[in-house]
């Protein structure tokens, strides 16, 4: 490993550019990711240190930290190189980045810029070279990425100096403790256990927090471990975060369904969109619950990730397996997507907020749209891998329902691309690719009844958002304007259509129960109160358009914030 820059430039071979291209990726293709990666942050870490080369700091220069990580990268290069490709790592440098161009706000610089020495530090432990460095302590709290976290036992919350020795595997901080004390933690980070010892104190059990981990099986018998991060202070997608500790059974929670999950992705054939390696995967950031208490939902309501972060995601604890599996290839699709946006410029984007995207409910950038066919082709992949292999009439019913709408919504959003005139010949290449594999996928049949529910979804998502998104030109113009008054809403049908309700009792059960005209008089009923109301509006004008479908409905379905008085009808 080198801070110097390398000019040569990286050559991506066609065969593994058309994998990523069509939303796939063999084993071959991510690790060339990963070199690209690599190198970049190689890169950003050299701008960063020259910016932070006359920062005033109590600590560890900068340049010393890394040439500590560098000596430790000689002796232990795979080990190093993990470090540098943790998720948290590249969250780190983009921080740091922001930071000193003003676009980002947090601690004091000095004790950020000291995350440096954290890493030399953990280098240096899993290296087993000798380094001593004056290390940042917040709450006497010291991270050591990829290892666990080192508590002095006594300290308060304000951040302060310590001084960290690392030898042979070992290490020992001293810092401030109580009423002006000074404190000695001894331990072993990279053992098993990592017990700590103090010599005031004696064993200090509660001193050496140990990351976590959650492991599977792979395909060839090997055991493959990614970290469940809930410790490294730069976990987020970009704040600086204390520690979030997980109970024990809510960790065991994780890894059951991690485990499970990881089951769920196992294919013979992992190069397709959707078909992921569990073992791409390099971190996952809990959000939420530190208790199985209360019980969360069957499916993921929030999950994130960042270009900065490759391979890693910011996921809430559903309550399956299948769940969390989706999610897996969801955000792993938009590392992928961001890996290449590193490497190719694949669009021109004024950053402007005007498309529909058919998974948001609010105005998307091109970058967005990109972004969202990215993963979304692959959520269709999986889904359809789902069906395949479906045991029993509900499993193929709900998967088939969501590989329906996951290819529509997609294949709409390709177009969408593709007529915007700001692709370039690398985006156009990507979105080209996406759009044969799904055009493909739209020619294979799906239940009669799955298929109906997603269309009536699709539409009914599109329809709500123009109602709440668009204000009415009156005059037919092409050009979208927006409401001044829109604020976000929740959508309530993509996941409510996904099963045929079997007594139907809203106006949305009856709709996707398939029985149009009763869901017409309720949505009727609910209209008589607000006439205007987007979602009761939205389904009216959906029933309708099922019921009697010619010219009329499509062009109300077109453009339904047109309808500025409704007149509804049963």
């Known amino acids: 490993m080198t801070s110097e820059q390398d000019c040569a430039p990286f050559r991506m071979p066609d065969r593994l550019f058309a994998e990523l291209a069509a939303g796939g990726g063999s084993a071959e293709a991510i690790a060339f990711l990963e070199r690209v990666e690599r190198a970049r942050r190689l890169l950003l870490l050299r701008t960063l240190l020259d910016r932070l080369g006359t920062l005033s700091t109590p600590l560890t220069p900068v340049t010393e930290a890394w040439g500590v990580l560098k000596e430790a990268a000689e002796k232990a290069p795979r080990a190093v190189d993990d470090l540098l490709l943790a998720p948290a790592t590249g969250g780190w440098i983009a921080h740091m980045l922001r930071r000193v161009h003003g676009t980002a706000t947090g601690p004091p610089l000095w004790l950020e810029a000291g995350h440096l020495c954290a890493l030399a530090l953990s280098a240096s432990l899993q290296a087993g070279t000798e380094a001593a460095l004056d290390v940042p302590l917040t709450g006497?709290?010291?991270?050591?990425?990829?290892?666990?976290?080192?508590?002095?036992?006594?300290?308060d919350e304000d951040s302060t100096v310590g001084r960290a020795v690392a030898s042979r595997g070992e290490l020992t901080v001293t810092g401030p403790g109580p009423a002006g004390s000074t404190v000695r933690v001894t331990c072993r980070p990279a053992s098993a256990g990592g017990r700590a010892y103090s010599p005031q104190f004696g064993p200090e059990p509660d001193a050496w927090v140990p990351s976590r981990t959650l492991t599977h099986r792979g395909s060839d018998g090997t055991v493959n471990a990614i970290a469940l991060d809930d410790l490294?202070?730069?976990?987020?997608?970009?704040?600086?975060?204390?520690?979030?500790?997980?109970?024990?059974?809510?960790?065991?929670?994780?890894?059951?369904?991690?485990?499970?999950?990881?089951?769920?992705l196992v294919h013979p054939d992992g190069t397709g969109p959707g078909r992921v390696d569990p073992a791409m995967v390099r971190a996952i950031v809990p959000l939420g619950r530190t208790t199985v208490n209360p019980p969360p939902p069957p499916f993921v309501q929030v999950s994130a990730s960042s270009g900065d972060s490759f391979a890693g995601m910011l996921v809430a604890r559903p309550g399956s397996a299948l769940a969390l599996a989706e999610t897996l290839v969801h955000e792993l699709q938009h590392s992928k997507l961001a890996a290449l946006l590193h490497l190719f410029p694949l669009l021109e984007d004024d950053r402007a907020e005007r498309f529909y995207a058919p998974w948001r409910t609010d105005p998307r950038h091109l970058t967005g749209l990109l972004h969202g066919l990215y993963a979304f082709t692959g959520v269709a992949g999986f889904w359809r891998d789902r069906l395949a292999g479906a045991e029993g009439a509900e499993a193929a019913d709900r998967a088939a329902y969501f590989f329906a709408l996951r290819r529509?919504?997609?294949?709409?959003?390709?177009?969408?691309?593709?007529?915007?005139?700001?692709?370039?010949?690398?985006?156009r290449a990507v979105v080209s690719g996406l759009t044969r594999v799904l055009d493909g996928w739209l020619r294979e049949r799906v239940s009669a009844a799955a298929l109906a529910r997603a269309r009536t979804a699709a539409v009914l998502h599109r329809t709500e958002w123009r109602l709440r998104n668009v204000a009415a030109s009156g005059g037919g113009s092409s050009d979208l304007g927006f409401r001044p008054d829109r604020t976000p809403w929740p959508d309530v049908c993509t996941y409510a259509f996904a099963a045929r309700p079997a007594v139907p009792r809203t106006a949305d059960e009856y709709l996707a129960s398939g029985d149009p005209g009763a869901a017409c008089v309720r949505y009727a009923d609910l209209l008589a109160d607000d006439p205007t109301e987007p979602h009761a509006l939205a389904g009216w004008i959906v029933a309708r358009a099922l019921l009697e479908p010619g010219h009329t409905a499509r062009r109300t379905l077109a453009r339904p914030e047109e309808l500025l008085q409704p007149q509804p009808r049963a």
Not at 140 to 155: D, E, K, N, S, T
Not at 237 to 256: I, K, N, S, T
Not at 408 to 427: K, N, V
């Open 140 to 155: 006497g709290r010291l991270p050591i990425p990829g290892l666990g976290l080192l508590q002095l036992p006594g300290a």
């Open 408 to 427: 529509l919504q997609s294949r709409l959003t390709a177009r969408t691309l593709l007529t915007s005139g700001r692709l370039t010949a690398q985006g």
């Open 232 to 264: 490294d202070p730069y976990r987020d997608l970009d704040d600086h975060l204390p520690p979030a500790r997980l109970d024990e059974d809510e960790a065991r929670e994780w890894q059951r369904l991690f485990g499970e999950a990881a089951r769920i």
